[in-house]
């Protein structure tokens, strides 16, 4: 069965429509914002509200949109609204004028520890402005909690497209978004609520899942721990170091920060490091080919994240774990692996946490994604974790990875994101399967519009995981 044939979503309404229905959309009309949020409600509905689970029912009867002030960077004719549902999620929505008809539902990357913060999404939607330059709607949340919590932030982003649709207007398309540790929300999200996206746009994604993205975590625990030994001290509260931290603990990343570095002169340059620190470093480092930028951000979240994980979602059983892994050292390479911490995870932890984290590849829509090929945060290579997974639900035709040559995990580039999602809305549209090289083609004409770099490499494909990250019992 050809894709084209395959994929046959209902079509939508091509008129676009204000809040007011049966007028077309205004910039003075949107500008009133709260002018008539009862007269809002009464609107058409959602496209699937009857489907939308009780929880996300329940928040829409509490939500206030405000007007709001657009951050800096959007076009000047884009219209913003913000606001807080009463589950506590924040969230900003802008739509540029004209609007494509297209809506782009946002889900940040992280996760966010603590209380959520409403500077959280506009700061999305200030990074991610290139959407709205291109003409399509932007909707974002904080997500009601922080942590590690991938299917209540998917919730939480179906909660938002359902606000859309009742109180600003009905889309053409509605593509979900998924950032970083945003893209297994949006990965998730596609197989929680199929009805209620067209397709699905992943950038840097950590798609691995929580029990496979996290490995290369515990390495780094268990290494610096038999290189450095003060993560814990001896003269603190001794714990198994897949918790990340025990309750209550008063370590700060500043503090931890320092250790680091004084271990390993990480924040030094090469030439100011001793022979134990430059060795401390390269040990560190050899174990899931980092670079020296990014040791100190995943010692955090080895450490923050964990906790959160251990502490809140698995019920204080271990997830983790390294049983059979051989850590690589240039010095003594032996007395390594016999002075690291063993851990074994509990099952009953390993199905909980997959049951929240784990993509299981049952996609039915469209599926591009992008990532730099030396992304240091999230590495290339998880790719091939979801492309297993997708392959082995006999979803293959409906993804399309992407990749380009760059080190970096927060933003690419302004031309390859807009080229990238025409070849999806052309995929969804008119049932034509896009290639990596027919989307490089299309980036020269979306770098004229909007300046940035063409660094598409078509013709490469992700290596296995366990190239990357050393291997273990499982």
Same mark, same amino acid.
């Given at each position: @069965?050809?894709?084209?044939t395959?994929?046959?979503?209902?079509?939508?309404?091509?008129?676009l429509?204000?809040?007011?229905?049966?007028?077309? @959309?205004?910039?003075?009309?949107?500008?009133?914002?709260?002018?008539?949020?009862?007269?809002?409600?009464?609107?058409?509905?959602?496209?699937?509200?009857?489907?939308?689970?009780?929880?996300?029912?329940?928040?829409?009867?509490?939500?206030?949109?405000?007007?709001?002030?657009?951050?800096?960077?959007? =076009?000047?004719?884009?219209?913003?609204?913000?606001?807080?549902?009463?589950?506590?999620?924040?969230?900003?929505?802008?739509?540029?004028?004209?609007?494509?008809?297209?809506?782009? +539902?946002?889900?940040?990357?992280?996760?966010?520890?603590?209380?959520?913060?409403?500077?959280?999404?506009?700061?999305?939607?200030?990074?991610?402005?290139?959407?709205?330059?291109?003409?399509?709607?932007?909707?974002?949340?904080?997500? %009601?909690?922080?942590?590690?919590?991938?299917?209540?932030?998917a919730?939480?982003?179906?909660?938002?497209?359902?606000?859309?649709?009742?109180?600003?207007? &009905?889309?053409?398309?509605?593509?979900?978004?998924?950032q970083?540790?945003?893209?297994?929300?949006?990965?998730?999200?596609?197989?929680?609520?199929?009805?209620?996206?067209?397709?699905? /746009?992943? &950038?840097?994604?950590?798609?691995?899942?929580?029990?496979?993205?996290?490995? /290369? %975590?515990?390495?780094? %625990?268990?290494?610096?721990?038999?290189?450095?030994?003060?993560?814990?001290?001896?003269?603190? =509260?001794?714990?198994?170091?897949? +918790?990340?931290?025990p309750?209550?603990?008063?370590?700060?990343?500043?503090?931890?920060?320092?250790?680091?570095?004084?271990?390993?002169?990480?924040?030094?340059?090469?030439?100011?490091?001793?022979?134990?620190?430059?060795?401390?470093?390269?040990?560190?480092?050899?174990?899931?080919?980092?670079?020296?930028?990014?040791?100190?951000?995943h010692?955090?979240w080895?450490t923050?994240? /964990?906790?959160?994980?251990?502490?809140?979602?698995?019920?204080?059983?271990?997830?983790?774990?390294?049983?059979?892994?051989?850590?690589?050292?240039?010095?003594?390479?032996a007395?390594?692996?016999?002075?690291?911490?063993?851990?074994?995870?509990?099952?009953?932890?390993?199905?909980?946490?997959?049951?929240?984290?784990d993509?299981?590849?049952?996609?039915?829509? =469209?599926?591009v994604?992008?990532?730099?090929?030396?992304?240091?945060?999230?590495?290339?290579?998880?790719?091939?974790?979801?492309?297993?997974?997708?392959?082995?639900?006999?979803?293959?035709?409906?993804?399309?990875?992407?990749?380009?040559?760059?080190?970096?995990?927060?933003?690419?580039?302004?031309?390859?994101?807009?080229?990238? @999602?025409?070849?999806?809305?052309?995929?969804?549209?008119?049932?034509?399967?896009?290639?990596?090289?027919?989307?490089?083609?299309?980036?020269?004409?979306?770098?004229?519009?909007?300046?940035?770099?063409?660094? /598409?490499?078509?013709?490469?494909?992700?290596?296995?995981?366990?190239?990357?990250?050393?291997p273990?019992?499982?």
């Open positions: @069965m050809s894709t084209t395959a994929f046959r979503r209902r079509p939508l309404p091509t008129t429509m204000t809040p007011f229905q049966g007028h077309p @959309m205004r910039p003075t009309l949107f500008a009133a914002g709260l002018v008539g949020l009862a007269v809002l409600g009464g609107c058409a509905a959602p496209r699937d509200a009857a489907n939308s689970p009780p929880v996300i029912k329940q928040a829409l009867d509490a939500t206030h949109p405000q007007h709001a002030v657009c951050p800096t960077g959007l =076009p000047e004719t884009t219209r913003c609204l913000s606001g807080r549902d009463d589950a506590g999620a924040y969230w900003w929505i802008a739509v540029p004028t004209p609007w494509t008809g297209v809506l782009v +539902m946002h889900a940040h990357g992280g996760p966010e520890l603590g209380s959520p913060k409403p500077e959280r999404s506009a700061e999305d939607l200030q990074r991610w402005s290139i959407m709205v330059k291109a003409g399509h709607a932007w909707a974002g949340s904080t997500y %009601r909690q922080g942590g590690v919590e991938v299917r209540a932030a919730e939480d982003t179906e909660r938002l497209r359902t606000l859309f649709s009742r109180h600003v207007a &009905t889309p053409r398309r509605t593509v979900l978004h998924g970083s540790w945003g893209a297994s929300v949006a990965a998730i999200g596609a197989e929680m609520f199929p009805a209620s996206y067209d397709g699905v /746009f992943l &950038t840097s994604g950590v798609l691995g899942g929580g029990t496979r993205s996290y490995d /290369f %975590r515990l390495d780094l %625990r268990v290494v610096y721990q038999a290189v450095c030994g003060d993560h814990p001290r001896a003269d603190e =509260p001794q714990y198994p170091l897949w +918790m990340g931290l309750e209550g603990s008063s370590l700060t990343r500043t503090e931890l920060a320092r250790r680091v570095n004084a271990c390993t002169g990480v924040q030094l340059p090469a030439a100011e490091r001793s022979p134990k620190q430059a060795a401390a470093l390269d040990t560190l480092l050899r174990q899931a080919k980092l670079p020296e930028r990014s040791l100190i951000g010692m955090n080895a923050w994240h /964990f906790q959160d994980i251990a502490l809140k979602r698995t019920g204080g059983r271990n997830p983790f774990g390294n049983m059979g892994a051989v850590y690589t050292a240039a010095i003594d390479q007395g390594l692996n016999q002075r690291v911490a063993r851990y074994a995870p509990d099952a009953q932890a390993v199905a909980k946490l997959a049951a929240d984290t993509p299981q590849g049952r996609i039915s829509m =469209p599926v994604s992008v990532r730099g090929v030396n992304d240091p945060i999230a590495f290339v290579e998880l790719d091939s974790v979801f492309r297993a997974q997708v392959a082995r639900q006999g979803r293959s035709q409906w993804l399309v990875q992407n990749y380009a040559d760059y080190a970096d995990h927060s933003y690419l580039s302004d031309a390859e994101y807009p080229a990238a @999602m025409d070849a999806l809305l052309n995929w969804i549209e008119r049932g034509e399967k896009p290639t990596p090289q027919s989307i490089a083609s299309r980036c020269p004409a979306s770098q004229a519009k909007f300046g940035g770099t063409c660094k /598409f490499l078509p013709d490469y494909r992700a290596a296995e995981l366990d190239e990357r990250v050393t273990r019992q499982r």
